[in-house]
């Protein structure tokens, strides 16, 4: 019984990590497609024919629920797939959601019309796809009036994520937050839209001053699924727990055990 996790890479880790600890009984199948990582730079339409290419590959495994650890995917390409390819047995959630009504200081599906909230400036930390696809912003307009939010697209981060090089990775956090605070001085709240970025929370954090709330989603979406499969225990589905890749298991292997601190081996998808 396994619920699909689906990365470009090694970010939805963050969010996997999150829902284990909260659903310890549930297995779960991640998948990262390393080989075509990373997705942020793409069009819109590679990140929809890829997206739906691996989460495919994870209803093919036995999933019934896929959950798409990745902002990238989530807000390009989500809400084609629910309109046009999901199938009626089947359901795929992104990771949008729950992140925005945590900010919006909202319950799991409360639809009531937006208000004002107690966070103005918000800054949002995401990849140059996530940033132009402005779902963010879609999302929480749903929810919130009178927020102003500043979008940076952090270009180079996840690259240097994937490759294991951590002190580029740091110093472009550095360039981008002092970016971002040229055009929003004094963020109340930052928002990592990218599962990459909590791995490198602590740099953001430092480069943001610890008056600015950090808002990561690993919790958030491990509270989210959790409530989901309380109504919808049917979907935990079929397959055995795996870590698959569509790059090369060895190193993808080697560079999740570094990140999560525990060993984690990769198979070829
Ligand atoms: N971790 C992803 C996200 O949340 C994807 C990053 C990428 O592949 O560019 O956006």
Not at 47 to 56: E, G, P
Request: one cysteine or more; charged letters at 20%.
């Amino acid at each position: 019984m396994a619920i699909g996790i689906f990365d470009s890479g090694l970010g939805g880790l963050t969010v996997l990590e999150a829902a284990q600890r909260r659903l310890p009984d549930v297995e779960f199948i991640y998948l990262a497609d390393s080989a075509n990582a990373p997705y942020g730079v793409r069009t819109a339409d590679d990140i929809y024919n890829l997206t739906c290419a691996a989460v495919q590959r994870l209803f093919d495994a036995g999933c019934d629920l896929v959950i798409l650890a990745c902002n990238t995917a989530s807000a390009a390409a989500l809400r084609r797939m629910q309109e046009a390819w999901v199938p009626a047995d089947k359901r795929v959630l992104g990771v949008f959601v729950p992140l925005i009504e945590a900010l919006t200081e909202r319950n799991w599906g409360d639809n009531s019309p937006p208000r004002e909230v107690e966070v103005k400036h918000v800054a949002l930390f995401a990849t140059p796809a996530t940033v132009a696809s402005r779902a963010f912003q879609r999302e929480l307009a749903f929810r919130a009036i009178g927020v102003d939010v500043e979008a940076q697209a952090c270009g180079g981060v996840v690259d240097a994520i994937e490759d294991g090089d951590m002190i580029l990775a740091e110093a472009l956090v550095r360039s981008h937050v002092d970016a971002l605070r040229r055009k929003m001085p004094d963020p109340q709240a930052a928002i990592l839209g990218c599962t990459h970025y909590p791995l490198m929370e602590a740099s953001f954090q430092t480069a943001l001053g610890p008056d600015v709330k950090v808002f990561s989603q690993g919790h958030l979406v491990g509270d989210s699924l959790a409530d989901y499969l309380e109504r919808h225990p049917d979907k935990i589905g079929g397959g055995t727990a795996a870590y698959l890749t569509t790059g090369d298991p060895a190193r993808v292997s080697d560079r999740a055990t570094q990140f999560l601190r525990r060993q984690i081996i990769f198979d070829a998808a």
